[in-house]
């Protein structure tokens, strides 16, 4: 089991990481130390661990609560968390409880949310259980909300106090939801720089075959560059962890667009390709490179439809995007992978030409 250390200024906590570990999470000194523990868990994962989950229950506690919760980006509302706050209340669990979420980012983003404001702020661990969440949302402390048809735009800066990963829930979830977790892979990839993008294409079939060396090597690498990040810029004050933007404007437009008919993960894999685009279309980004980078995306075409979209329409969600200042579309873009730009301001028909050149790859 390996540990990775979160050294974010008066919040400093630990990542635990390995292979079919979770058994070992209910011996960790911060779950014994705390007596009154309230579990959400996402429900699929429930019904495909039951007794996983059962038994880690039984073993913590002495007042405990299981609240079911159905990840879906509907239920990432106002509404569950009024469910998770009233659950609280009404089994009297006061500023001493330690909230564990154990479930995906959906999930991981509501409890960590509901966390952040009930009482004031409860403790909170955070057990990610899809490659996106392990790769990304679990560490950086974001939580969020959808608020209407703007996605993520009502949260807080909240920071665990573990994240405890174990890769074995991995084997029991559908393929969608690993190429989920490729996207923000290929993101750290274009973030990092060149020779992580190119471990990550040459080792592409063993994520997608679930080789146990391999997920852990590139979890590990995708958490420790988010975490030099956050470390400088927790709440984005600088603007360093912008980059951590990348094809996320764009990605979120298209979700929201689409209806929510492909997922997040499946939606920045779309959203980086068109990020590539623009940079190109305004000469950031040179035809080698665009060349260099985009087979990769595009290699997941077959698990990712989108259907007939507007682009005005897109268009129009992108400016409410909660990074834009003055009504005005920020991006991040790049050079070369590890050269970022961030709030970089573009024509509108060049936003529609990377649009149009980024979706076609991934039309229904």
Sequence with gaps: ????????????????????????????????????????VDKNLYLNHRDKISLFYNNIGTKKFLYVFEATEKNKSFTEIKNIIAALIKNNFGRDTLLISIGGGITGDVASFAASIYSRGIK????????????????????????GNTKNIVGTFYQPDLVFIDIEFLKTLPHEEIVCGMGEILKYGLLIGDNFFEEIKNKRNKILEFNSTTIIDVIKNCIQFKSDIVRNDEKE?????????????FAHAIEVEQK?????????????????????????????????????????????????????????????????????????????????????????????????????????
Excluded: W
């Design 237 to 249: 004050k600088t603007g360093l962890r912008k980059v951590l933007n990348l094809g996320h404007t």
């Design 124 to 147: 909170y661990i955070n057990v990610p259980t899809t490659l996106l969440s392990m790769v990304d949302s679990s560490v950086g402390g974001k939580t969020g909300i959808n608020f």
């Design 1 to 40: 089991m390996k540990k990775i250390d979160i050294k974010i200024p008066n919040n400093f906590y630990q990542v635990y990481l390995g292979s079919n570990i979770f058994h070992k999470l209910s011996n960790l000194d911060v779950i014994k130390r705390n007596k009154n523990i309230f579990l959400v």
């Design 260 to 364: 929510h008919h492909i997922k997040h993960g499946q939606a920045v894999i779309a959203g980086l390709a068109c990020a590539l685009h623009l940079s190109n279309k305004i000469n950031l980004l040179n035809d080698s490179n665009l060349e260099k980078y985009l087979p990769l995306l595009i290699s997941f075409a077959d698990s990712i439809d989108i259907q007939k979209y507007d682009t005005k329409k897109l268009y129009e969600i992108m400016k409410r995007d909660k990074k834009n200042k003055d009504e005005k579309i920020k991006f991040v873009l790049l050079k070369k992978a590890g050269e970022l730009f961030v709030d970089i301001e573009t024509k509108k028909e060049d936003v529609i030409y990377a649009l149009n050149n980024g979706l076609q790859y991934y039309k229904a």
